[in-house]
Nanobody, 124 residues
Framework: QVQLVESGGGLVQAGGSLRLSCAAS????????MGWFRQAPGKEREFVAA????????LYADSVKGRSTISRDNAKNTVYLQMNSLKPEDTAVYYC?????????????????WGQGTQVTVSS
């Protein structure tokens, strides 16, 4: 299994930007599709974005489409989530996840490894 560590969260004002990073170690990173999910207090974990093994196929939740970009650098074993025009409703713990398949998915149950999460707080 691959181990994942997220970073880059923090407190930002509405309209601001953040870049989340997820560093992977363990098994070959490039065979995994990767995803970002988030969970706000009192809510279920929800899909944010996913990217296939090569980085040329991506999926986004409607709530972040046009404001966020997922990317990966297989040479650095890292996946990124660039978030722009942040809104208070983006406030959540953001989790990085790895899927034992080269193709993308929106379903949390399709992902086998999860990071510990990084807090993103957007103030109004």
């Amino acid at each position: 299994q691959v181990q994942l560590v997220e970073s880059g969260g923090g407190l930002v004002q509405a309209g601001g930007s953040l870049r989340l990073s997820c560093a992977a170690s363990g098994r070959a990173f490039s065979v995994y599709a990767m995803g970002w999910f988030r969970q706000a207090p009192g809510k279920e974990r929800e899909f944010v974005a996913a990217i296939n093994w090569a980085g040329h196929s991506t999926l986004y939740a409607d709530s972040v489409k046009g404001r966020s970009t997922i990317s990966r650098d297989n040479a650095k074993n890292t996946v990124y989530l660039q978030m722009n025009s942040l809104k208070p409703e983006d406030t959540a713990v953001y989790y990085c996840a790895a899927r034992l398949s080269p193709t993308t998915s929106r379903q949390p149950t399709d992902f086998v490894s999860w990071g510990q999460g990084t807090q993103v707080t957007v103030s109004s």
